[in-house]
């Protein structure tokens, strides 16, 4: 085995034993979880944080679940990394084969109300969903399978499966997107 492949293995065996020690700042994990790095687990009473197989974490993903109930779900085969924050009062749902990429900010809150709104909807990331770094997604969002955000963007509203959306606030700008 050449002296590149060992290093990348035994990287990954440790990022598999920090991922069996995280997994008991879980609800519930599966097999083979990755971590790198430090991150941050605050929960209040009564809230879920699951996590699917073969997920990985980079550094300092932290997780703030934010009121009893809440709950943040991850599906399996998602990455998500460095920096990134996902909060939640209510419901963050993330699924399978994500790529979330550095800086980027979930909330299903605004942490405040304002008189006639709600300050907490839940957020649901379909599967194959690729995240731009330092994007936002805020409450109430929906993101369908296999959409892309580009880097920098701001979700405010739903967006249809396969679709590539850009800007302040993100707007569609290309259907039947596919990514790899």
């Known amino acids: 085995?050449?002296?590149?492949?060992?290093?990348?293995?035994?990287?990954?065996?440790?990022?598999?034993?920090?991922?069996?020690?995280?997994?008991?700042?879980?609800?519930?994990?599966?097999?083979?979880?990755?971590?790198?790095?430090?991150?941050?687990?605050?929960?209040?009473?009564n809230t879920k944080l699951i996590i699917g197989n073969k997920v990985m974490l980079y550094d300092r993903v932290n997780f703030y679940l934010d009121q009893p109930g809440a709950e943040i779900v991850i599906g399996d085969r998602t990455y998500i990394n460095r920096r990134t924050e996902i909060m939640?009062?209510?419901?963050?749902?993330?699924?399978?084969?994500?790529?979330?990429?550095?800086?980027?900010?979930?909330?299903?809150?605004?942490?405040?109300?304002?008189?006639?709104?709600?300050?907490?909807?839940?957020v649901v990331i379909g599967n194959e969903v690729w995240i731009g770094c330092k994007s936002t997604i805020l409450k109430g969002v929906n993101i369908g399978n296999g959409a892309v955000v580009a880097a920098g963007s701001v979700v405010t509203k739903d967006v249809d499966p396969h679709t590539l959306v850009a800007g302040i606030p993100a707007k569609a700008i290309k259907k039947n997107v596919r990514w790899k």
């Open 88 to 122: 939640s009062k209510n419901s963050v749902t993330i699924g399978s084969g994500c790529a979330i990429s550095w800086d980027v900010i979930i909330s299903d809150t605004d942490y405040h109300e304002m008189e006639g709104t709600s300050s907490t909807k839940p």
């Open 1 to 45: 085995m050449r002296v590149s492949n060992l290093k990348q293995a035994i990287k990954k065996a440790n990022r598999v034993l920090r991922g069996v020690f995280f997994s008991f700042r879980t609800t519930k994990s599966g097999s083979l979880l990755q971590v790198s790095g430090s991150h941050i687990v605050s929960r209040c009473r």
